[in-house]
């Protein structure tokens, strides 16, 4: 297995539109493996903000979640079971939230922390110039956006690519 792990979550609303959940998380490693689970709500988010605007982008409905969602305590144990021991990163810390929020519901505590992901890439001493090669290169062979597979997915081929073939050209 190969880490770092990258997390995305799709959540009921965008941020400016109220209280949103979490719908859906998925982690990708750099080893190209990737899991992702839609998230069937409890009782107590069934009244919190749900907007049009963001089932549009991540097109997950409420009916698609009640009939294929699980449950927050299985998504979390098959969560934590995927990433085992890597450390996880986002490139949002909204996702820290909608893991806690996720936890919450599921009556435990984060099995692990979200770190930024720009931290990671800062510690390696990765120039702007490099990442955003990196990040093109990977928008090009994933183009698909808002759909929390496809976005970790991207995420963790930025790193693989700044990991193992660094752009040309560029220096550390």
Same mark, same amino acid.
């Given at each position: 297995?190969?880490?770092? *792990?990258?997390?995305?979550?799709?959540? =009921?609303?965008?941020?400016?539109?109220?209280?949103?959940? %979490?719908? !859906?998380?998925? @982690? +990708?490693?750099?080893?190209?493996?990737?899991?992702?689970?839609?998230?069937?709500?409890?009782?107590?988010?069934?009244?919190?903000?749900?907007?049009?605007? *963001?089932?549009?982008?991540?097109?997950? =409905?409420?009916?698609?979640?009640?009939?294929?969602?699980? %449950?927050? !305590?299985?998504? @979390? +144990?098959?969560?934590?079971?995927?990433?085992?021991?890597?450390?996880?990163?986002?490139?949002?810390?909204?996702?820290?939230?909608?893991?806690?929020?996720?936890?919450?519901?599921?009556?435990?505590?984060?099995?692990?922390?979200?770190?930024?992901?720009?931290?990671?890439?800062?510690?390696?001493?990765?120039?702007?110039?490099?990442?955003?090669?990196?990040?093109?290169?990977?928008?090009?062979?994933?183009?698909?956006?808002?759909?929390?597979?496809?976005?970790?997915?991207?995420?963790?081929?930025?790193?693989?690519?700044?990991?193992?073939?660094?752009?040309?050209?560029?220096?550390?």
């Amino acid at each position: 297995m190969n880490c770092p *792990a990258l997390i995305d979550f799709e959540a =009921s609303c965008l941020p400016e539109y109220g209280q949103s959940f %979490p719908i !859906e998380v998925a @982690v +990708a490693r750099t080893d190209g493996d990737s899991r992702a689970w839609l998230i069937r709500p409890v009782e107590a988010w069934k009244h919190w903000d749900w907007s049009p605007e *963001a089932e549009k982008l991540h097109g997950i =409905s409420r009916a698609m979640l009640e009939q294929e969602g699980l %449950p927050p !305590e299985q998504v @979390v +144990a098959e969560l934590s079971n995927f990433v085992h021991d890597c450390n996880v990163y986002a490139d949002a810390d909204l996702d820290q939230y909608w893991l806690e929020l996720l936890c919450h519901a599921a009556g435990t505590t984060p099995p692990f922390p979200v770190r930024f992901l720009g931290e990671f890439m800062k510690k390696r001493g990765y120039s702007r110039p490099q990442v955003v090669t990196a990040l093109e290169e990977a928008k090009r062979r994933l183009p698909k956006e808002h759909l929390a597979r496809e976005d970790a997915k991207r995420l963790a081929m930025v790193v693989k690519l700044l990991l193992d073939e660094p752009p040309r050209g560029l220096s550390y």
